[in-house]
């Protein structure tokens, strides 16, 4: 029997509407709009339709939303000169820089010059040490993303087995201290762990975020397990063109696990959803006021 789809772009569309209520209720009470501020440096394609997505999204939730566009060409210093004066910009409650960034540009230095509290990506270390010690923090989009699915799919995850294929600080080691926080039994695994097919089997909860396309097959999954694909991958397909894929081989694995996440329309949605529910918190957290449940 084929596994339940689990449908992101649905689920994100009630994360969305659930930010827009709060976001009107902030307006109301407190005479607070939250404001996000984007900024991209240089043209890649693939970014500025994400970043053109955002800027809608964050409009339809009533939000604030500035867009900072620096050439391919700026400087490291341009780029913080712009960091600094959202930092110290009011009305902006959330900063995040589109990655990548060009050669010249330290991504590290980038990310390290936002305002903690107003790093709504989740990547500065300030807030990845503090989520590791279980003290509240602003969590990466996409983790946060594919822990409110989960919950949502299967309720209480304690005691589960957990498998987190990939260790990346964007979206493996965070999601794994996600799970953690939830009580799950957690093994991150990676391109080189051994007997990597028979770790992946023991999950009841296995999230694909190598950056392999159709890596996880389908004899590497227990019958009935929860599978989170978080992979982009962009192969070739027929007549010269291309198409997205995931980490995990969706035809043979949908056919075993319990439900699955599709590429695209699973976890891609959820993350502006996340990025506008973190841009609320952060909004609430530096004016002093209750933060909304929205995740």
């Not at 939250?34 to 053109?52: C, H, I, K, N």
């Not at 010690?133 to 005691?159: E, H, N, W, Y």
């Not at 987190?164 to 926080?181: D, E, H, T, Y």
Request: proline share 6%; aromatic share 2%.
């Amino acid at each position: 029997m084929s596994a339940d789809i689990i449908d992101g772009k649905a689920f994100s569309e009630k994360v969305k509407a659930r930010v827009a209520a709060q976001v009107e209720i902030l307006k109301n009470q407190s005479n607070l709009t939250p404001g996000l501020a984007v900024v991209l440096v240089g043209e890649d394609p693939a970014s500025q339709v994400y970043v053109r997505n955002k800027n809608r999204s964050t409009v339809a939730a009533g939000m604030k939303s500035e867009e900072i566009k620096l050439p391919a060409s700026a400087l490291q210093e341009e780029v913080l000169a712009v960091v600094n004066r959202l930092n110290e910009d009011p009305t902006i409650h959330g900063i995040l820089v589109q990655l990548p960034l060009p050669e010249q540009v330290d991504e590290m230095a980038i990310l390290d010059a936002i305002d903690p509290a107003k790093d709504v990506d989740g990547f500065h270390v300030v807030n990845t040490g503090r989520q590791a010690v279980g003290l509240p923090a602003m969590v990466p989009c996409t983790p946060l993303g594919c822990i409110m699915m989960l919950k949502d799919r299967i309720g209480d995850l304690s005691g589960l087995n957990a498998v987190v294929v990939g260790r990346s600080n964007i979206v493996g080691k965070p999601m794994a201290n996600l799970l953690l926080a939830e009580n799950c039994t957690v093994t991150i695994a990676h391109s080189r762990t051994r007997n990597l097919p028979e770790v992946c089997k023991a999950a009841d909860i296995l999230i694909a975020a190598v950056g392999r396309p159709k890596m996880i097959e389908g004899d590497w999954v227990k019958p009935g397990a929860t599978v989170i694909d978080v992979g982009i991958n962009r192969i070739p397909a027929e007549e010269g063109k291309t198409r997205l894929v995931g980490d995990v081989d969706f035809a043979a694995v949908k056919e075993v696990a319990g439900a699955i996440t599709p590429v695209p329309g699973g976890v891609g949605p959820m993350t502006i959803a996340c990025l506008l529910a973190n841009t609320v918190t952060a909004a609430c957290r530096i004016a002093e006021i209750e933060e909304p449940r929205i995740t």
